[in-house]
């Protein structure tokens, strides 16, 4: 299926907007409750960043058909970003080609950790019993990657165990994913190399589980602020900040009124909500 996207222009859509854990009810309805999964969309190219619970409804949407291919780059390999694999429609579509990028591993690929999840205990199925063909590819962050149509830039990121941050560019425009990261030092001055890696991009979408007045309770947990989030905006000349991986204990009222305090600092700046979508 291919992108609606017009053919100078670069998107991404909010499959998943939440971190650590699913969570559901009427006060997640506004943002909306699956983990982390983006889709970049350009042209008639499209590929998934990362394969937490989003990725059920963008299966469901997708309809994959044999011969098809779907690119899949990871942060990390944490639960709440990997989870939705177990039911990617893709993945048990017979001739499907489905490639699993993954760069904080030390150049080994995603491969031993998946088939563990797809194992039994944790799993009825392996991968033997998968009808699409799955190909795991490993690369070191920091590396320059190529897939779908995209030129990929990445950059490791803070994060218990590593992560992985992308910038996607395509005919001049350019997206970046800075999902899961801590900021270091004083949130209001941006790491310099990151801000570097981000400059000129139309939109950063950016890890900002924690609200600034809470975020010392949960220092070194690998999350930021919007806040900090902000401050790397500035300091890339990029005009919009979406936050993401929003903690799941926050609710619609919570997240809005973060929401409000960041457009005081960055008008352009919002709290991304499931569903939705942005181009560039």
Known sequence: MASDVETGEIGIRFWGVRGSIAVSGPEYA???GHTNCLEILGGSNRLLVDAGSGIVPFGADWRAEAGERLDIVLTHLHHDHVIGLLLCAPLFVPGVEVNIYCGHLGGASAEDALRTLFSPPLFPLTFADIPAKVRFIGFRAGEEISTAGFRIRTHALNHPGGATGYRFERQGKALVVLTDHEHSGDPANADKDLAAFCRGAGLI?????YDPAEYAAYRGWGHSTWEAGAALALAAEAPVLACIHHAPDHDDRKLAG??????????NGFFARQGSRFTV
């Open 258 to 267: 973060m929401e409000r305090n960041l457009t005081t600092v960055l008008p």
């Open 30 to 32: 506004g943002f909306g």
């Open 205 to 209: 979408a950016y890890d900002a589980t």
